[in-house]
C-alpha cells in the first residue's frame, strides 16, 4: 500500500492567509465602527428629546414658562438640574463633581416613578441605557459629570439679558423652530447651561454631526458645518 503524504500549509502560505485576513479586518473595522456609533447616535437623539419632551411637559405645569438654565453657583427651584457650580472645566476630573440631575425640576418629568432629589447609586448616573441626561457617546466615566446636554441659558433672561426670576414664557419666543433649546457637549461640558458666545468645542460628533433640541420640541441632527452655524448667538437669543 502505498502512503499519501498529508500536506500541510507552508509559513509563506500562512503569513498569506494571515494577511487577507488582517486586511478584511482593516476594511470592516469602519464599517463595524460606523454601525454602533449609528446605534449612540440614535440612543442620543432618543435621550435630547425625551429631556425637550420634559421641558415641554413641564412648560405646560408651569404657565407656559421654561425651567431656568442652573446658572453656576444658584441651586433655584425650578432649575432644571441642580450643582452647576463645578470649579474647573472636565478635563481636571478631581476638581469637578457630577451635576445633580436629580435635584432638577425635570427628573420627575423625565422619570415619572422617581421622586425628586432621589439619589440613585452612582454608576447609574454614568450609565447611558439608564441615564436619559447622558449621551453615550459623551466620553470615558471620569471625564463626564452624570450628563452632557447643556440647555440654553438665554431662556430665563428677559429682552435686556437681565436674569429673570422663572424662565421665558415659551408664547414670548418668537421663532421656536430656530431658538436652540438643548446642545450636546459631551465631555466639554462643566455646568448645566450653554452659551453660544463661548463657542466650545463639540467633542462630542455623531458620526460627522450632532443632535440638537429646539424650543418647540423637535429634533435635528445637523452635521459638523450646520452646527457651527447654529451656534451662534442669534439662535440662542430668543427675543430677537
Known amino acids: 500500500m502505498i502512503k499519501t503524504r498529508k500536506r500541510a500549509f507552508t509559513l509563506l502560505e500562512l503569513l498569506v492567509v494571515i494577511a487577507i485576513v488582517a486586511i478584511l479586518a482593516a476594511l470592516l473595522l469602519p464599517a463595524i465602527q460606523s454601525a454602533r456609533e449609528r446605534g449612540r447616535a440614535a440612543t442620543c437623539m432618543s435621550h435630547i428629546r425625551q429631556l425637550a419632551q420634559a421641558v415641554h411637559m413641564y412648560i405646560t405645569d408651569s404657565d407656559g414658562h421654561f425651567p431656568k438654565t442652573a446658572p453656576a453657583g444658584r441651586n433655584h427651584p425650578s432649575d432644571w438640574v441642580w450643582g452647576g457650580n463645578v470649579v474647573s472645566h472636565p478635563q481636571d476630573p478631581s476638581a469637578c463633581r457630577r451635576i445633580d440631575i ?136 430668543w427675543w430677537e
Open 102 to 237: 436629580e435635584d432638577g425640576v425635570l427628573w420627575t418629568y423625565v422619570y415619572s416613578g422617581f421622586k425628586r432629589f432621589q439619589n440613585m447609586p452612582e454608576e447609574w448616573y454614568h450609565s447611558p441605557a439608564k441615564n436619559v441626561y447622558l449621551c453615550p457617546s459623551a466620553g470615558p466615566v471620569e471625564k463626564v459629570r452624570g450628563m452632557s446636554y447643556s440647555m440654553n441659558w438665554n431662556l430665563d433672561k428677559d429682552s435686556s439679558g437681565a436674569t429673570m426670576d422663572q424662565g421665558v414664557i415659551l408664547s414670548r419666543i418668537k421663532n421656536p423652530s430656530y431658538c436652540v433649546l438643548f446642545v450636546d457637549e459631551g465631555s466639554e461640558l462643566n455646568d448645566g447651561y450653554y452659551d453660544a458666545s463661548d463657542f466650545p468645542n463639540q467633542g462630542n460628533l455623531h458620526l460627522g454631526g450632532a443632535n440638537l433640541a429646539f424650543c418647540d420640541g423637535h429634533i435635528e441632527w445637523k452635521a459638523v458645518r450646520e452646527v457651527q452655524k447654529m451656534l451662534d448667538l442669534r439662535n440662542f437669543i
